[in-house]
């Protein structure tokens, strides 16, 4: 069962961050690095990123515009997206 879900009103941490994508990946913590690309290092098809997007706007409460998508291709892109959005308050 899932932890206490961060609201936007929560400091967005890293390590938690880094351990819902390797959840959904069912990865290794240690190889969800900063700069490990999501596609060429990690095999991400276009359904986990699908379930990695889902999983964010749920577990954060943020909307993910497509655009944004591009964004997430690895935790460094993905952190910052967020850090963006939940500063974001409209």
Known sequence: MPETTT???TALD???LREL????L???????TDDADFME???VDS???LEITVRLEKEYGVRLAEAE????TSLQGTYELLTS???DTR
């Open 26 to 32: 069912d990865l290794d913590v240690a190889e969800v």
């Open 7 to 9: 609201t936007a009103l």
């Open 85 to 87: 959005k939940l500063g």
């Open 14 to 16: 890293k390590e938690q």
């Open 41 to 43: 290092d990690l095999d």
């Open 47 to 49: 359904l986990m990123a």
């Open 69 to 72: 998508l591009t964004s997430i």
């Open 21 to 24: 994508v390797a959840d959904v």
